[in-house]
């Protein structure tokens, strides 16, 4: 016989009795029906964390990859003359130097371009036959690289010539230039302006740059890019110690530049020379990096590699700047190129979904 369960109730002025049976084996029906579903839901959970925290942890290892690599040399500064020795400068050892940076780039490093920081020619003095000759002569060894080269213009180069006349035997049409490779954009700018007239500056000894009104709107617009960007030029935009360990203004405006720089978000490094002795610093969120001279008597043989890595998943680039010569240094700079994380995050999350399903 099934257990009962009898329940009385009365009702007014007609009393009876009402019973309600329940077979004890539907009430542990009831009973599993409800731990099954009890399971169910726990292991519904836990599925859905341990998939969620997968789908997080892999999201968290795109982002960490190291990303893409753009392998720059930077090669500033050679600073050719016939002189044995001038002040810190070895001029006359500048072609052998030079030859053996080349070599280390063909047969080592092996980058996809090359820039050159500008002063290409020490020229103070030099008339300008012979400051042509000279240039010829040290370009034809930067011309044995297997890579691309782009070049800024130093104020050495113009101590006897005119920038026209440089920019001729250089083979450019223009002081300045954009070049887009890989993920990454290369910008080179002109910082040898006359402050007094905005115009290119002729053949006479100056050592400070200045960017003319024309020439920062060129570059306002020529960081206008998604891409990660990395700027070169001759003179450094920021102050750096000189060769006595003095600090030293390298152009005139130098205001000016910076600010274009802290208002273009995808701007990781600005790269240059001038200045005899490797230095780093960061400024305003930018990160500025500084190349030796080649024939500097404490620094000979000096010249740099750029490694920039860029993870477009992240968003997040990483220079390396390694520093050759008898001044070895060795710099890195991290920045995420987006402004709002919590954006990016979102975003990284939708790709990530869209891969896995």
Not at 26 to 53: F, M, N, P, Y
Not at 131 to 138: D, G, H, N, S
Not at 140 to 159: C, E, Q, T, V
Not at 321 to 345: C, K, L, P, T
Request: aromatic residues 10%; proline residues 3%.
């Amino acid at each position: 016989m099934p257990r009962s369960v009898v329940l009385s109730r009365s009702t007014a002025g007609n009393a009876h009795m009402t019973t309600y049976t329940k077979d004890g084996l539907g009430l542990r029906d009831v009973k599993w029906r409800k731990v099954v579903g009890i399971a169910v839901c726990s292991v519904l959970a836990i599925w859905i964390l341990i998939e969620a925290t997968l789908f997080i942890q892999s999201i968290r290892a795109r982002a960490e990859e190291q990303g893409t690599l753009l392998k720059i040399g930077f090669s500033p500064d050679w600073e050719y003359g016939g002189r044995k020795k001038l002040a810190h400068k070895l001029t006359n050892r500048a072609p052998g130097e030079l030859e053996k940076v080349v070599a280390y780039m063909n047969d080592v490093y092996q980058p996809d371009i090359v820039v050159g920081g500008g002063d290409y020619v020490e020229s103070s003095g030099v008339k300008p036959e012979k400051a042509k000759e000279q240039l010829l002569l040290i370009n034809s060894i930067f011309s044995k690289l297997h890579a691309p080269r782009l070049y800024a213009i130093g104020n050495h180069d113009m101590r006897s010539l005119t920038k026209a006349e440089v920019l001729e035997i250089l083979g450019l049409s223009e002081a300045h230039t954009i070049r887009d490779i890989g993920d990454w954009r290369l910008v080179v700018f002109d910082t040898n302006f006359d402050k007094n007239t905005d115009d290119d500056r002729g053949a006479k000894s100056y050592t400070v740059g200045y960017v003319s009104r024309s020439e920062l709107e060129w570059l306002r617009r020529a960081l206008e890019t998604d891409r990660p960007t990395i700027v070169f030029s001759h003179h450094s935009p920021v102050t750096t110690l000189n060769i006595e360990g003095a600090l030293s203004t390298n152009i005139s405006n130098a205001e000016a530049v910076r600010a274009i720089f802290e208002h273009a978000p995808h701007v990781v490094a600005v790269v240059s020379g001038h200045t005899p002795r490797p230095q780093y610093q960061e400024y305003n969120g930018v990160h500025y990096f500084v190349g030796d001279t080649l024939v500097n008597e404490t620094g000979l043989g000096a010249f740099a590699t750029i490694d920039a890595y860029y993870n477009p998943f992240s968003k997040r680039a990483e220079i390396v700047f390694e520093h050759y010569g008898q001044n070895r240094q060795s710099y890195a700079a991290q920045e995420h190129i987006v402004d709002d994380m919590w954006a990016n995050w979102w975003r990284m999350t939708r790709e990530q979904w869209a891969l896995k399903f």
